[in-house]
């Protein structure tokens, strides 16, 4: 993962609640999230989002990925899917697939995945940094 799930939370507090978590880098008139805010934040974002994470050290896959987002969509109604990285993923395409149709047929599992269980379905992708 790009950023640490702490960061994340962090970060989509602010944005739902309308106030920064620290007081760095903006003047003091801001009003920083309180106590308060921030344990109605926490009860949204459990209310809201479910983390799907392999925590060993191996790259989980498209299908693994999927079966637990199909698992999420029926226990908890789950109607958006974000795949951070897509690079990150163990695409496991065989030697003689060319990667075009590689990519093709994973996209085509997602859009079925995404169509049938009503599901948006995003992809981010942190490409490398090009070095000058």
């Given at each position: 993962?790009e950023?640490?799930?702490r960061?994340?939370a962090?970060k989509l507090?602010?944005?739902?609640?309308k106030?920064?978590?620290?007081?760095?880098?903006?003047?003091?008139?801001?009003?920083?999230?309180?106590?308060?805010?921030?344990?109605?934040?926490?009860?949204w974002?459990?209310n809201?989002?479910?983390l799907?994470r392999?925590?060993?050290?191996?790259?989980?896959?498209?299908?693994?990925?999927?079966?637990?987002?199909?698992?999420?969509?029926?226990?908890?109604g789950?109607?958006?899917?974000?795949?951070?990285?897509?690079?990150?993923?163990d695409?496991?395409r065989?030697?003689s697939m060319?990667?075009?149709?590689?990519?093709?047929?994973?996209?085509?599992?997602?859009?079925?995945?995404a169509?049938h269980?009503?599901?948006?379905?995003?992809?981010?992708?942190?490409?490398?940094?090009?070095?000058?």
């Amino acid at each position: 993962m790009e950023n640490k799930v702490r960061d994340h939370a962090r970060k989509l507090m602010e944005k739902h609640l309308k106030k920064p978590f620290f007081s760095a880098g903006y003047p003091d008139s801001v009003e920083r999230l309180s106590e308060e805010d921030l344990a109605r934040g926490k009860e949204w974002l459990n209310n809201t989002f479910h983390l799907i994470r392999c925590e060993d050290d191996c790259l989980p896959s498209v299908k693994w990925v999927l079966q637990l987002a199909k698992a999420a969509v029926l226990r908890h109604g789950v109607r958006g899917l974000v795949i951070d990285p897509y690079n990150e993923l163990d695409h496991q395409r065989p030697p003689s697939m060319t990667e075009t149709k590689y990519v093709s047929q994973m996209l085509t599992k997602i859009k079925r995945f995404a169509q049938h269980h009503s599901c948006h379905v995003w992809f981010v992708a942190h490409p490398r940094q090009l070095h000058q």
